[in-house]
């Protein structure tokens, strides 16, 4: 498997742009995965979501931290089809700077939240932030012709910060 280059870099990250839901798989207790879509913002390659801090996908995270998501923005036809795979880790954010990251994040590109909870606000009652680091990362792009699909590994210098 070869390393993500700087230049599918920049196509993931426009995919990642384009789009604002990605479907998240987890692993449940009984080893049965749970698919959810989730709102997503992302800076660089490390993905943010909010999800219930009691909800399933949280208490599987804990028991479990690898997952995978997928992402594919909108397209006209099949020859028009992107999209991502990844596997990776999600970890649930503790820290309170990263969290307030993440929050500003998600109400940068999801104005209509404001309306939702407290503006400036790291904490939303019944919240947390997920984050999750893809590994690998599996590119889709049906314009280099159908069913083209490339894999590559992830190098944690290609992650960026908050």
């Known amino acids: ?4 280059d700087p230049t599918r870099r920049v196509f993931v990250l426009k995919l990642l742009s384009a789009t604002h839901d990605l479907t998240l798989a987890t692993l449940r207790p009984d080893g049965y995965p749970q698919a959810t879509v989730v709102s997503y913002v992302h800076q660089g390659l490390i ?3 909010g999800i219930g801090l009691d909800s399933q996908k949280a208490h599987n995270i804990r028991q479990n931290n690898r997952v995978s998501a997928t ?4 397209y006209a036809d099949w020859q028009h089809i992107r999209g991502l795979s990844l596997g990776g880790l999600a970890e649930i954010v503790g820290d309170a700077d990263e969290s307030a990251h993440a929050a500003d994040l998600m109400l940068f590109r999801f104005p209509q939240l404001r309306q939702m909870v407290h503006a400036g606000s ?6 947390v932030f997920v984050r999750i ?3 690998v990362i599996s590119v889709l ?10 894999l590559y590994e ?4 290609m ?3 908050y």
């Not at 498997?1 to 993500?4: D, E, P, R």
């Not at 992402?71 to 909108?74: A, L, N």
């Open 1 to 4: 498997m070869q390393s993500l």
């Open 47 to 49: 993905l943010y979501a």
């Open 71 to 74: 992402v594919t923005p909108p």
């Open 141 to 150: 792009d049906y314009e280099q012709g159908f069913g083209h699909t490339e």
């Open 133 to 135: 680091t893809p590994s």
């Open 122 to 127: 790291a904490t939303w009652p019944g919240s």
């Open 159 to 161: 992650h960026g910060t």
């Open 154 to 157: 992830v190098p944690s210098s």
